[in-house]
Nanobody, 125 residues
Framework: QVHVIESGGGLVQAGGSLRLSCAAS????????MGWFRQAPGKGREFVAA????????YYADSDKGRFTISRDNAKNTVYLQLNSRKPEDTDVYYC??????????????????WGQGTQVTVSA
């Protein structure tokens, strides 16, 4: 089992950048693919980015390519999400998730078994 905790959220000005972190417990972290999702008020949770267990393969939502960068450090049991060029409409709660299924459908919420509580990112105009 994996427990994940997000951090790094906060207030950022439009055009600014922020880096989110997701710390995971468990000795098997390196065997899990990790994903980030975001959720705006009153909307569903949508895929942002994912990284495979090795960190070599990354996946991004088409709508946001170029504004997000996902990476991981297995030695630190941590996955990161770099948020660039923020817009006010990017004000969301960001969730980290882990999957050990190996199915490869990282774009889908149902692929993930373990979720964090989320971290709020607010973008001011």
């Amino acid at each position: 089992q994996v427990h994940v905790i997000e951090s790094g959220g906060g207030l950022v000005q439009a055009g600014g950048s922020l880096r989110l972190s997701c710390a995971a417990s468990g000795r098997t972290f390196a065997t899990y693919a990790m994903g980030w999702f975001r959720q705006a008020p009153g909307k569903g949770r949508e895929f942002v980015a994912a990284v495979d267990w090795s960190g070599v393969s990354t996946y991004y939502a088409d709508s946001d390519k170029g504004r997000f960068t996902i990476s991981r450090d297995n030695a630190k049991n941590t996955v990161y999400l770099q948020l660039n060029s923020r817009k006010p409409e990017d004000t969301d709660v960001y969730y980290c998730a882990a999957t050990g299924r190996g199915g490869g459908d990282y774009y889908t919420r149902d692929e993930y078994d373990y979720w964090g509580q989320g971290t709020q990112v607010t973008v001011s105009a």
